[in-house]
Nanobody, 114 residues
């Protein structure tokens, strides 16, 4: 049974935009944090954006180019990615935390060509 559904990844030219969407299962209740991580080849997974306690945090590398919005009622977060760079290439993972455990999506590939 799918617990986090991701969409929006793909191939885009440098300077272009993509929008990622992630929706948690209806069986996940009272989530505390939800956001996005990414992992580039040869690098460790890093936080991109996360919303918790009514506050959104963005990594320094993306804060001037990405925005994230959330809908608590739908267990959904959107990541709008603008002015994409080749270094943004990687697998993007949706993340959700509630009082019981952490949840991870399967990942969606984002490739930015130069």
């Amino acid at each position: 049974q799918v617990q986090l559904v991701e969409s929006g990844g793909g191939l885009v030219q440098a300077g272009g935009s993509l929008r990622l969407s992630c929706t948690g299962s209806r069986t996940i209740f009272e989530w505390e944090a939800m956001g996005w991580y990414r992992q580039a080849p040869g690098k460790q997974r890093e936080m991109v954006a996360i919303n918790e306690n009514e506050t959104t945090q963005l990594s320094d590398s993306v804060k001037d180019r990405f925005t994230m919005s959330r809908d608590h009622a739908k267990n959904t977060v959107l990541l709008q990615m603008n002015s994409l760079k080749p270094e943004d290439t990687g697998v993007y993972y949706c993340y959700l935390r509630n009082s019981v455990r952490d949840y991870w999506g399967q990942g969606t590939q984002v490739t930015v060509s130069s």
